[in-house]
């Protein structure tokens, strides 16, 4: 079986009134923030973020100083670009915005823990064997059985983190 793309799921509540306007407004969020994405070094793209565009001014988050000056460095540049698309921007605002989670790993690193790889605990693969077994035939069946077959073989189980 192959897998569905998301978008099989959200078309049918993209008709409804209580969600196509959501829907719509996150695929242009999607399409914007993929010309975005096109237009900047594809070093800075991990980096950053585009946010909203109020009054003209498109705001782009960052994830440090560096990444910030460059993003003023070219914005002459990318301004030109995104008026010749159509946009309505007349500014940039860039906004520093670490990430918590990346500097909060950096930090838990240098502490002397180490990153380790998380492996399912043996009651997980009986559990979602169990669940598997209760199934129909499906495509999530399948993945559940693809997943716990992965970790069957995994030497650490009794170091294993509950799943």
Known sequence: MFPLKVDTYLDPLGKTPEY???LSSARQLHEAQSTFFKLIPTQLIQYCR???????????????????????????????????????VTAFQILVQAHNS?????????????????????????????LAATMPDSELRNTIQLFVGKHQNDPADHNASET
């Open 50 to 88: 585009m946010g909203r565009i109020l009054d003209g001014k498109l705001t782009i988050l960052v994830e440090n100083g560096a990444i910030a000056s460059k993003l003023k460095q070219i914005s002459p540049s990318l301004l030109v670009k995104l008026q010749q698309l159509g946009w309505k």
């Open 102 to 130: 990346a500097r909060n790993s950096r930090l838990f690193e240098k502490q002397g823990h180490s990153k380790r790889k998380l492996k399912l605990s043996q009651t997980g693969k009986k559990c979602l064997t169990q």
């Open 20 to 22: 196509a306007g959501l």
